[in-house]
């Protein structure tokens, strides 16, 4: 089972800009999608964005697109978050997930498809 570390969140102000990363380690990275979801108080876990195993396929969700960019570094066994245009509403708890695949192309969206989770990283957004 791959196990996953999120790094990189904190504090900023509407506007502002984090980066997260998410750290794997155990298994072959290249061979997992990818996702990052995201929990605010209160709500249910919603899906945030998505990265094939080679990046040749990427989704968003409406409400972070333009704003966020997913990206992978096979060769580091990490894959990011970038957080543009930061607002309030983006505060939550944001987790990455990994499920294995033998399809090049394909984009999970779905919290169910996902089987391994970090543990989770708080962003907060002040207005």
């Known amino acids: 089972q791959v196990q996953l570390v999120e790094s990189g969140g904190g504090l900023a102000q509407a506007g502002g800009s984090l980066r997260l990363s998410c750290t794997t380690s155990g298994r072959t990275f290249s061979n997992y999608a990818m996702g990052w979801f995201r929990q605010a108080p209160g709500k249910g876990r919603e899906f945030v964005a998505a990265?094939?195993?080679?990046?040749?396929?990427?989704g968003y969700a409406d409400s972070v697109k333009g704003r966020f960019t997913i990206s992978r570094d096979n060769a580091k066994n990490t894959v990011y978050l970038q957080m543009n245009s930061l607002k309030p509403e983006d505060t939550a708890v944001y987790y990455c997930a990994a499920e294995p695949t033998a399809q090049l192309m394909v984009v999970l969206i779905r919290q169910y498809e996902y089987h391994a989770w970090g543990q989770g990283t708080q962003v907060t957004v002040s207005s």
């Open positions: 990265i094939s195993r080679y990046s040749g396929n990427i």
